[in-house]
Nanobody, 129 residues
């Protein structure tokens, strides 16, 4: 099965920017759909909130309303890399961010944690003044 690993988490001030990266290794054909989720400390894995998701074959994306116009998800298929460009970060964006992957047959991005069998360990984003 594939392994996912996120990098790029850091501590920034409100209004700052970060780029998260996720590399996929191991089994191929398992990242047709990918997503970024975040999880508040103390909540359960199935309570993770989708931030952005992409259907790699079609390029179709989905964004949570709270991050539209500020975050951009992208994928480099050759490098098996997923990115999340985060601009104009707000205090409420502070969370642990997880990369997720799934083999999917449809054209739409997947929005729910249960749709993704593969997860990285997460990377922490802190936003504070």
């Amino acid at each position: 099965q594939p392994q996912l690993a996120e990098t790029g988490g850091d501590s920034v001030q409100p209004g700052g920017s970060l780029t998260l990266s996720c590399v996929v290794t191991g089994a191929t054909y398992s990242e047709d759909c990918m997503g970024w989720f975040r999880q508040l400390r103390g909540t359960k894995r199935d309570e993770r909130e989708v931030v952005a998701a992409i259907a790699v074959r079609t390029g179709n994306t989905y964004y949570a309303e709270s991050v539209k116009e500020r975050f951009t998800i992208s994928h480099d298929r050759a490098k098996r890399m997923l990115y999340l460009q985060m601009n104009n970060l707000k205090l409420e964006d502070a969370d642990r961010y997880y990369c997720a992957a799934s083999a999917c047959a449809g054209n739409s991005a997947l929005r729910y944690p249960y749709q993704y069998p593969y997860w990285g360990p997460g990377t922490q984003v802190t936003v504070s003044s």
